[in-house]
């Protein structure tokens, strides 16, 4: 198929690459276009604009927020008019989301992912798809080469971002409250390892806690997995959901100011799961 994609960070440029080695045919941008070296290499086209990027089949974006996403579809050399169908892989709001479905001639699909950069490059995300019956069959081969499974949740495009932004509060939820429940134990002198090998042997065997146990047992924050700000950003579109929707979400609020805090004294490339670090401090643990 004749795809093009947009959006080359961590996660875009091993979705791309392993369309790629699919078969598929892949034109690609990204604004620093030095990040698109190893992939054209491996024989992608490189794309001077998004719109170029935009005539095949399907072009597929993979952007860091709704700014960017804008920028690319309504922005000078922008997708908006293409004769590709839209695929949105970008976690973005609700709002932004209806519009692009709205606008968008040729179609449009909302399908978000699960999955960290490690799981992105095995080809393993989980795909949350919403969109036209027709437009979600074309995309199946696609969703198959970049992950392990795909959930369709209905004909409006944005039940997948709100599925996604649901998800997203759960997994920083799942990462507070084990923070909380390391720091308890280490104050009362067990091993954050013993803990989290209790657990995730008993009650919390699920992948979420044993990825994320990990990170926090060994202090992995730095590099970010998935950074702080775009943690941030995505509790606070979760926040203008709930707000919209007039769903108390009383985690929410802890969650974000503890990425906040973690932002502050950490700086920017510190990982969203990071906000253990703002627990501990909280306890008089450095």
């Known amino acids: 198929m004749k795809i093009g994609f947009i959006g080359l960070g961590q996660m875009g440029s091993a979705m791309a690459a392993n369309l790629l080695k699919a078969g598929h045919d892949v034109t690609v941008w990204n604004r620093s276009a030095d990040k698109a070296a190893k992939l054209v290499e491996a024989g992608a086209h490189l794309a001077e604009k998004p719109v170029d990027a935009a005539q095949g089949e399907v072009v597929m974006t993979m952007l860091a927020d709704d700014r960017a996403l804008e920028a690319v579809v309504y922005g000078e050399g922008g997708i908006q008019g293409a004769p590709a169908l839209h695929v949105s892989h970008s976690t973005i709001g609700i709002a932004l989301a209806d519009r692009l ?44 080469a970049i992950g392990q499974r795909t959930f369709r949740i209905g004909e409006t495009p944005s039940a997948a971002n709100l599925v996604k932004l649901s998800g997203n509060f759960m997994i920083m939820a799942a990462v507070e409250a084990m923070a909380e429940a390391m720091t308890l134990a280490e104050k009362g002198g067990v091993d954050r390892r013993t803990l989290l090998d209790v657990l995730t042997g008993t009650l919390f065997g699920a992948p979420i806690y044993q990825t994320y146990g990990d990170i926090l047992v ?69």
């Open 101 to 144: 479905a709205a606008d968008a001639g040729n179609g449009f699909v909302s399908a978000p992912v699960f999955g960290r950069p490690v799981a992105a490059e095995a080809a393993k995300l989980f795909v949350i798809a919403a969109g036209a019956p027709a437009d979600l069959d074309r995309c199946e081969p696609l969703f198959a």
């Open 218 to 286: 060994e202090d992995r924050f730095h590099p970010a997995g998935f950074a702080a700000p775009l943690g941030l950003k995505d509790m606070t579109l979760a926040d203008t959901a709930a707000t919209t929707l007039c769903a108390p979400m009383p985690i929410l609020g802890i969650v974000r100011d503890h990425i906040r805090s973690v932002i502050a004294s950490e700086g920017e490339d510190v990982d969203w799961a990071g906000v253990a670090l703002a627990v501990r401090r909280g306890a008089g643990i450095a």
